[in-house]
């Protein structure tokens, strides 16, 4: 975690008049990082802020009203401490930082910039949590054998377990990451699909793969495979097994089974994490009332050992737009009821 000495030798804040604001950041790889090519990160922080953005040699003056320029002030704030903590500022860290310049305990203590407390490092790039459920989320997947987590598309359940996932096969952790889902969602029957058995089962499993090459890289990624290192294997073909020195992680739970999501959390062994992610409303049976996601974390919310996360459109950090059809579908949903 970064202390705000730390930051002060990186950034400056000085308010020149109630509607003005003067932020110099003194080194130029930071500075070129947060302006962005063409100056595209400003301008999403000038059009989500509604504040005006002048940069000049290495200051960037910020006009607007009270609000906003603080706004924008912590954002920027942020994105250098998160360069200093990952070395990169990407796309998504524009929308969180906003996100957490404009949170309420910012409105409430205007010197209070949320550190950066937890990185997960792996090949290709550093993640963080970018929301307080997605930091209870990493803090659960770090240190539970066994994390359920439940919530919209968009949250990160995925693609934070994956990159757990990878950090501890890097650090020699656990032996073997394994990937699972149900992979057809009308009873797993994958005999009339052509090739072999990783070829019936890769187009169910494609967004883990996708986060797996983005965050190991491709040849990687393969290299792994070969090794069994890394292995895909669809829910049904789990029954019977012990897995040890394992992460394993079940994507799109919502099409499991209450049995079925039994039997995947028998499975675990010695050193072994297992994690079990869905979205209640998108659940493709075709009795929908099959489904176990839910029906086990009611079962097992007393088990201390186990850890739920619920997320909501709140916690969504892709395009923004995303949050606004959750919500709009969630609204639709109320009304019919």
Known sequence: MLE??????????????????????????????????????????????????????????????????????NSLTFLVNKYLVTNSVENDDIIYSIKNGISEDMKENKNNIRSIDQVIKTPRRSVIPRSKKQSDYLKALLNENVVMSLGPAGTGKSYLAVSVAV?????????????????????ERLGFLPGDLKEKVDPYLRPLYDALYDLFGFDKVQRKIETGEIEIAPLAFMRGRTLKNSFAILDEAQNASLTQIKMFLTRIGENSKLVVNGDPSQIDLLNKSHSGLIQSTKILKNVKE??????DHNDVVRHPLVSKIIQAYNHNSNDKN
């Open 4 to 73: 705000a000495k730390n930051l002060n030798k990186e950034i400056s804040i000085k308010k020149i008049d109630k509607e003005t604001s003067n932020i110099k950041i003194f080194n130029n790889n930071i500075l070129i990082a947060i302006v962005g090519e063409f100056n595209k990160n400003l301008n999403k922080i000038e059009k989500l802020t509604n504040t005006k953005l002048f940069f000049r040699g290495n200051s960037i003056t910020v006009k607007g009203d009270e609000q906003s320029i603080l706004a924008a002030s």
């Open 167 to 187: 950090n501890m096969l890097m650090e020699k952790k656990v032996e073997k990451v394994i990937l699972s889902r149900p992979a057809v969602e009308a009873g």
């Open 306 to 311: 186990i850890k739920c996360i619920k997320f």
